[in-house]
């Protein structure tokens, strides 16, 4: 693995580069970094030049200036710019949750950059019949953070979009390394509550333009999330949209963390067929 930094405007970027092959972009949601991927990355990487980061803001990619600068627009801007540091005219991507938004903008607005897109689980919830309450809920998250901090507007969040209350379970053969990325990821969660949240979760993605595109798009949806959760109805209301039906990949929205060797084969086989 080696590890880079790619100065962008107002922003830094850390990323990663595995393996060798066509490049496989995968683009972190929320508050997690590159090392969320960390375990399909190294089990893809001997067919893909698999490239992780972290989002700027997050982690070990500092940004200058206000928050509220910060669009789906910004982060697909750097994944792109990402694509030009690592010399490709064209790849794969992978983005999950938040980050399968940013995906979506980039298809969008960059044509021909993407060979194809796996959205996973991407919290598009402006495409929901009652987009309008889950609107006023994600502003609703950012007042709470204003007002009584960090935990409670995560509490509002999680239980609003059908996660409960609770956290991932612990990992009983978890390494100090596993620790140390944790904790990194959890200072995270504060941009995550007072920004993210209403920026991601309000994205509309531009249809038409996803439509007309020359990328091939599969959603994808965790084969352990239920209809309750707000990601298993964005899931198939926008495969709906773009015709078709979401593919199933192992776990709920954190698979490629919780089931690894499933989720890496998994997407091996998706990124196969649209070759």
Not at 43 to 57: H, I, K
Not at 111 to 121: D, F, I, S
Not at 149 to 159: D, E, N, R, S, V
Request: hydrophobic share 35%; proline share 7%.
């Amino acid at each position: 693995m080696k590890a880079e930094t790619l100065p962008v405007p107002g922003a830094s970027l850390y990323y990663e580069v595995r393996g060798s092959g066509p490049v496989l972009l995968m683009i972190p949601g929320g508050p997690m970094d590159a090392d969320g991927f960390k375990d399909i990355a190294d089990r893809l990487a001997g067919d893909y030049t698999v490239v992780t980061y972290d989002c700027r803001g997050n982690s070990r990619s500092p940004m200058q200036g206000s928050w509220d600068d910060l669009t789906v627009g910004l982060f697909a801007d750097d994944a792109h710019r990402l694509l030009d540091a690592v010399g490709t005219d064209q790849a794969d991507v992978l983005g999950s949750s938040g980050g399968a938004t940013y995906a979506l903008d980039l298809v969008a607005r960059y044509p021909g950059r993407v060979r194809m897109l796996v959205a996973h689980e991407p919290p598009v919830s402006e495409l929901l019949p009652d987009a309008a309450r889950y609107h006023a809920a994600n502003e609703q998250v950012g007042e709470t953070y204003r007002s009584e901090g960090t935990f409670a507007a995560l509490q509002m969040f999680t239980k609003g979009v059908g996660f409960g209350n609770g956290g991932p379970p612990a990992r009983s053969d978890e390494t100090p390394q596993d620790a140390a990325a944790g904790a990194r990821m959890g200072a995270n969660l504060e941009l995550f509550a007072g920004r993210l949240i209403p920026i991601i979760g309000n994205y509309e993605p531009d249809l038409a333009a996803l439509q007309r595109s020359s990328t091939r798009i599969v959603v994808g949806v965790g084969d352990e999330s239920t209809p309750e959760q707000m990601v298993y109805q964005t899931a198939h209301a926008l495969a709906e949209r773009l015709g078709g039906q979401p593919a199933q990949f192992p776990g709920g929205h954190g698979g490629f963390g919780s089931h690894p060797d499933g989720f890496a084969a998994r997407l091996r086989e998706v990124l196969a067929g649209g070759r």
